[in-house]
C-alpha cells in the first residue's frame, strides 16, 4: 500500500461515439412510444381534424430515420484505428484473448470470481452484445422501412426493399417489428444495469465517461497479447 | 337493375338465338348485331379506362380498339374451388353476363355455365385447345392440388395439374382468378391436406396474371382481358404478379375511413358510438394497411359496397398467404409460431421484459449487499 495508485486518463469514447450513443438512447425512447401507441392508439382524437395518429406516425418515422442514419454512422466510425471505437473491438470472440475475457466476465456476472478483464473500453461481453444489438436495429430498419415504404409501392426505397417483401408478408413483418422493439427493451435494462454494476459497484467510470468521453483507471487495456492500447485509443506493442 | 333493363335484357338474350355466331365478327360488330347501343357501349368504354387506371382521354381509344378486334377464345377451369369467382361474375352488372360472356368473350368452356357435361364437355376443351393453341386464354378458379401427384383435385378423370399443365401450357396467357387460384388461398391454409398452390406454382414457366380477392372482383378480370384487347398484351405486374392498375396500390391508403385513422379515431366494440359513426377498424384487427387491392375505388356489385364500406374490417384476401398470414382476423397482430393461441407478440413481449428486468434485480440486490470495489485492489493483487 505504500505505493501510490497511478491513475491513467483514457480517451474512450470520442466526440462522434458520444453523440451517436445519445441520438440512439433518445430515438429508441421515441421509437418505443410512439410505437406502443401506433400499435395500441389509447389517445382518441376528439375530432376528425385532430391528426392524433398522423403526429405519432410522423414522430415514429422521424425517429427512424434518426436511428438509421446515428448507426450507420457508428459503423462507418468504425472504420478508423481507434482502440476503443473501431471495428476490431467488436469481434472479440474472434481471438484467444477475447474469448478468455468474455470467460472472466460470464464468471464476474455469475459471482464466481470478482475479477474484471483487462478492458478500458467496452468489456468483451458487452461488444458481444453490441454485435447482437446492431443485427436487431438492421432487423428493426428492414421490417420498419418495409412497412414505411408500402404507402408508395414502385418507389425507390420499396425497390431497394425488395428482398424483404419477398422474405416475408406484411403481418409476419410487424410481428417480428413488435418482438424486435421487446428485444431492444430487454437490452436497455441489461445495459442500464451494467453501467450501474461497473460504475457504482466496481468503481469503473462508466456513466460519467459517455458524457465526458474520459475513464480515470488503474487498469490496462489489453486488446491482444502483446497489444495495448494507450491513453489516446492508439494500439501499442507492449513487450513480452 | 330496372325493369325495363330487365325486359330489354331478355329481348337481347331472345334475339341471340336468330343472330349466327361468327367468331370472326368484331367485337362492335357482334354488339351491333346485338342490339347493344353505342350510349352504353361507350358507356362500357369508359368504366374499364377507369378501372384500367387510365386517363379519360383513352376513353375514345378504348372504344376504337374494341371496335376493330376479334374477340378471344377463352376457356375456364374449376379447380379446387368453392366457386365463388363465377358467382361473382355471373352476378356481375357492369358488364352483365350476357355482355361478357355472349358478346365480348368467346368462352369455350366453363364447367359451371356450359351446356354441355362429361365426355362431351371434356372433348370441347380438347378441341379448342388443340385449334386455337397459343392464341386462347385460360382462366382458373380454385387452387392446384399438387400432394400424392395431385390426386386430391380431379375433372374428367384427369388430375388438375395435369389439366393445368396442359391447358396453361398452350394458353396465350393465363388469368388465375380469386385468391386460391393465385395463392392457393383458403385450401393452403395450415395444414393443407390436399398440397393446394398457386397457378404459378403449380405450373412455373407460363405467363399468369394473378387477380387475387375473394372473390375476385369482375371489373378487374373484365378490365385485365380489356386491356389485353385494347393495348395487345398484358397490363403491368407487381411483383406477386397483379396487375398495377387494380393491385397498385394499398387498401388503408385509399380507404374512406383513412380521416379517421389520421384523427386517432377508432372502433372500439361492434356497434359502439365509433362504428355507427363510421371510425375508422383499425382497433378491430382490419387488415388494410397490409393490403393491396382497388377495393374502396372499385367496389363491389355495381360498385355498391366493399367490406370496409360495411363497417367490417379488410380480411386481407388478396395478399399472398391468405388465410395464414392474416390471422386472426379481429386482431392487428398474427399470433407467435409455437406458442399457444391467444400469445400474442406483445404479451411474449412483455414477459420477457418482466422476466429480464427481475433477473438483473435479482442480481443488484446481491450485488449490493457487496462492498465497492476498491481501485486499488488489481494494484494489490498485481
Known amino acids: ?240 | 337493375m330496372s325493369e325495363h333493363d330487365v325486359e330489354s335484357r331478355c329481348d337481347t338474350v331472345k334475339q341471340n338465338g336468330d343472330v349466327k355466331q361468327n367468331r370472326e365478327d368484331t367485337i362492335g360488330e357482334i354488339l351491333r348485331q346485338r342490339g347493344v347501343s353505342r350510349r352504353d357501349f361507350l358507356k362500357f368504354c369508359s368504366a374499364m379506362t377507369a378501372a384500367m387506371a387510365l386517363p379519360a382521354s383513352f376513353a375514345p381509344r378504348v372504344a376504337q380498339a374494341l371496335d376493330e378486334v376479334k374477340r378471344p377464345t377463352l376457356v375456364w377451369l374449376e379447380m379446387q374451388s368453392c366457386t365463388g369467382d363465377t358467382e361473382a361474375l355471373l352476378r356481375s352488372a357492369n358488364p352483365t353476363v350476357a355482355e361478357i360472356v355472349l358478346d365480348i368473350l368467346s368462352v369455350d368452356y366453363h364447367e359451371t355455365i356450359m351446356a354441355a357435361a362429361g365426355h362431351q364437355a371434356e372433348e370441347a376443351l380438347d378441341k379448342t385447345i388443340a385449334a386455337y393453341k397459343g392464341k386462347y386464354i385460360c382462366v382458373i378458379e380454385g387452387s392446384i392440388a399438387m400432394k400424392d401427384g395431385g390426386i386430391y383435385g380431379s375433372t374428367g378423370g384427369k388430375s388438375h395439374v395435369d389439366r393445368a399443365r396442359q391447358v396453361c401450357g398452350g394458353a396465350l396467357a393465363t388469368i388465375a382468378v380469386g385468391t386460391c387460384a393465385s395463392y392457393g388461398g383458403i385450401a393452403a391454409a395450415v395444414p393443407n391436406p390436399t398440397g393446394a398452390v398457386g397457378v404459378q406454382e403449380a405450373v412455373p414457366g407460363v405467363t399468369v396474371i394473378n387477380l387475387p380477392g375473394c372473390p375476385v372482383n369482375a371489373d378487374n378480370l373484365t378490365a385485365t382481358i380489356v386491356h389485353y384487347l385494347v393495348f395487345g398484351k398484358i397490363p403491368a405486374l407487381d411483383s406477386h404478379g397483379r396487375p398495377l392498375f387494380a393491385y397498385g396500390k394499398r387498401i388503408h391508403d385509399n380507404c374512406e375511413r383513412r380521416p379517421h385513422f389520421d384523427a386517432g379515431q377508432y372502433v372500439e366494440q361492434w356497434g359502439d358510438e365509433g362504428h355507427r359513426k363510421g371510425f375508422c377498424l383499425y382497433k378491430m384487427g382490419c387488415k388494410g394497411p397490409a393490403t393491396f387491392h382497388n377495393c374502396p375505388t372499385q367496389r363491389y356489385n355495381e360498385k355498391t359496397s366493399w367490406p370496409v364500406g360495411a363497417g367490417h374490417p379488410c380480411a386481407g384476401c388478396a395478399e399472398p398467404q391468405f388465410w395464414d398470414a392474416m390471422g386472426p382476423m379481429y386482431k392487428r397482430l398474427p399470433n407467435v409460431p409455437g406458442f399457444g393461441i391467444e400469445h400474442t407478440a406483445d404479451k411474449i413481449g412483455l414477459g420477457m421484459a418482466i422476466g429480464v428486468g427481475a433477473a438483473f434485480a435479482a442480481h443488484g440486490v446481491i450485488s449490493s449487499l457487496r462492498k465497492d470495489k476498491d481501485p486499488a485492489e488489481k494494484t494489490k493483487e498485481d
Not at chain 1, 36 to 62: C, N, Q, T
Not at chain 1, 97 to 119: C, Q, S
Open chain 1, 1 to 240: 500500500m505504500s505505493e501510490p495508485l497511478v491513475f491513467k486518463r483514457y480517451y474512450v469514447w470520442q466526440l462522434p461515439v458520444r453523440i451517436c450513443h445519445w441520438v440512439n438512447a433518445l430515438s429508441i425512447l421515441l421509437l418505443s412510444i410512439t410505437g406502443f401507441l401506433i400499435g395500441y392508439p389509447v389517445i382518441a382524437g376528439s375530432s376528425p381534424d385532430a391528426y392524433v395518429m398522423g403526429w405519432v406516425r410522423f414522430v415514429h418515422f422521424v425517429a427512424g430515420y434518426a436511428l438509421l442514419i446515428s448507426v450507420i454512422s457508428r459503423l462507418l466510425w468504425s472504420l478508423n484505428d481507434h482502440c476503443f471505437s473501431g471495428w476490431r473491438e467488436y469481434f472479440p470472440f474472434l481471438t484467444r484473448e477475447g474469448w478468455k475475457n468474455i470467460l472472466v466476465m460470464l464468471k464476474f456476472y455469475f459471482f464466481i470470481d470478482r475479477k474484471t478483464p483487462d478492458a478500458v473500453g467496452h468489456n468483451p461481453l458487452a461488444v458481444t452484445a453490441y454485435v447482437g444489438l446492431f443485427l436487431i436495429f438492421f432487423g428493426m430498419f428492414a421490417s420498419g422501412f418495409a412497412l414505411y415504404a408500402e404507402h408508395a409501392p414502385g418507389g425507390a426505397m420499396h425497390g431497394m426493399l425488395k428482398p424483404v417483401y419477398l422474405l416475408m408478408s406484411t403481418q409476419t413483418m410487424r410481428l417480428y417489428h413488435h418482438l424486435g422493439m421487446w428485444f431492444i427493451i430487454c437490452y436497455v435494462i441489461n445495459h442500464i444495469y451494467s453501467v450501474w454494476l461497473l460504475d457504482v459497484k466496481e468503481k469503473g467510470g462508466e456513466i460519467t465517461s459517455i458524457f465526458s468521453g474520459y475513464k480515470y483507471t488503474t487498469k490496462l487495456h489489453v486488446f491482444s497479447e502483446g497489444k495495448e492500447c494507450d491513453e489516446n485509443g492508439c494500439f501499442i506493442k507492449t513487450k513480452k
